[in-house]
């Protein structure tokens, strides 16, 4: 098919809830994608960090297509070896925890919203519902986590949402202290702000929240479901502080594109759950497990998260010098390969589609912001090639002074 054809095809029969860009990608490998026509990309998105190994890895397809030709699924009424070995590969990474499998981040983060109310309401009343969140954050698209993310824009069409969150500005310490209190069961945070435009928390402001929670007895879920398994520069974004959560929610990156999520939390917290109180159909099948797996064993392999910090710093270093003195780039942040050019105008989305047609993938997560979060393998090449595409663009955009 051609891409006419197809976004044809979508226009008559897919529900009209995504804004596309005009361009059908039919095969990737790397950090490269190809459309119909043939026409080559940077995939400098990776599919909103979830191809942190790249496309069409070897070692990923070699372990769906070995596990496809087995067995494919049987639901969780049954033990698969693929989702008990995960589980304690994950366990083992962070040193500690039991893990749920879903199906996505949305999942995970109902996982921990529900566990979390399960093990503060064992800690003091039995009442108690109440969930701190930040401000810019994202959590979801079910309404619970709809209502959990921190951008009141995305709940108006679908109010009321349910009322148990209370929103705080990301790093007000002041704010956290006065949300905070007997009524609360968890407060959940992103380490990284991804779609609120990669805002970093800071390292006091996650101190003050497990120390809050451990004060009140609620719990602190940290969501990293868009900055976990190496993006950062680390196994998991809150590594970069001195600061643990009681439960932690991956998604994205663990399935190379296979759906599945984990919630895992500390064995005292894991265990306030009882069998019923929580289940999944799908979530944890043997497919995404053994590609979990992969791609566990090619993040450790390939040395991809240490490669993340190093090619992170290269990205922020050579935007940054590329652009300085251009009124244009507000600032140029990040952690890792998750990456934020924040503009002095609102004029994101042009960026955008003016980088696809010149062969780069990036999104825009505000008017005024553009995200970097390419593959953990990209090379030096493919930075620099990168670099080139935006400094050529966001310098017409100086000039336009």
């Known amino acids: 098919m051609n891409f006419e054809q197809i976004e044809a095809l979508d226009g008559r029969y897919h529900m009209n809830v995504y804004g596309r860009q005009p361009v059908a990608f039919v095969r ?7 459309d119909t026509d043939g026409k080559e990309y940077l995939d400098f998105l990776a599919g909103i960090a979830v191809m942190s190994v790249g496309h069409s890895h070897p070692k990923i397809v070699e372990a769906v297509r070995e596990q496809a030709g087995t067995l494919t699924h049987v639901s969780n009424l049954f033990y698969t070896e693929p989702q008990a070995v995960l589980a304690e590969r994950l366990h083992d990474l962070l040193g500690w925890g039991k893990v749920f499998f879903a ?8 996982c921990a919203l529900k566990l979390a109310r ?9 009442e108690r519902s109440g969930v701190v969140v930040a401000l810019g954050s994202f959590h979801g698209r079910t ?12 709940h108006e069409p679908f109010a009321p949402l349910p009322a148990w969150f ?8 002041e704010a956290l202290d006065q949300a905070v209190g007997d009524e609360t069961t968890a407060v959940l945070l992103e380490v990284v702000q991804g779609e609120g435009g990669v805002r970093l928390a800071t390292p006091e402001y996650l101190t003050a929240a497990r120390k809050f929670c451990d004060e009140r007895g609620a719990a602190l879920i940290f969501d990293e479901v868009q900055t976990g398994l190496g993006r950062t520069g680390k196994w998991f974004a809150f590594q970069h502080y001195d600061v643990a959560p009681h439960i932690v929610t991956l998604a994205k990156a663990l399935g190379a594109g296979l759906p599945i999520g984990a919630c895992i939390a500390r064995e005292d917290v894991a265990d306030a759950f009882k069998p019923g109180d929580h289940a999944t159909t799908f979530g944890g099948g043997p497919v995404p497990c053994a590609a979990a797996l992969a791609v566990l064993d090619v993040i450790e392999s390939e040395g991809l998260v240490a490669r993340a910090a190093e090619a992170g710093e290269k990205l922020i270093s050579m935007l940054s010098a590329a652009t300085e003195g251009n009124w244009a780039v507000g600032e140029i942040r990040g952690l890792g390969l998750l ?24 999104n ?13 393998i990209v090379s030096d090449e493919q930075i620099e090639q990168a670099v080139e595409i935006l400094v050529g663009i966001l310098s017409g955009y100086g000039d336009a002074s």
């Open 28 to 34: 990737g490998e790397g950090a490269v994608l190809w």
């Open 103 to 110: 199906n996505s981040g949305a999942e995970a983060n109902e």
């Open 118 to 126: 399960r093990w503060a309401r064992a800690q003091g009343s039995a």
């Open 143 to 154: 309404f619970t986590t709809l209502a959990a993310t921190g951008q009141p824009h995305k």
């Open 166 to 173: 209370t929103y705080v500005a990301l790093n007000d310490e």
């Open 339 to 362: 990456i934020a050019i924040e503009l002095g105008g609102d004029w994101a989305a042009e960026i955008v589609s003016k980088a696809l047609a010149k062969g780069l993938v990036v």
């Open 364 to 376: 825009n997560v505000a008017p005024n912001g553009v995200r970097l979060a390419p593959p953990l």
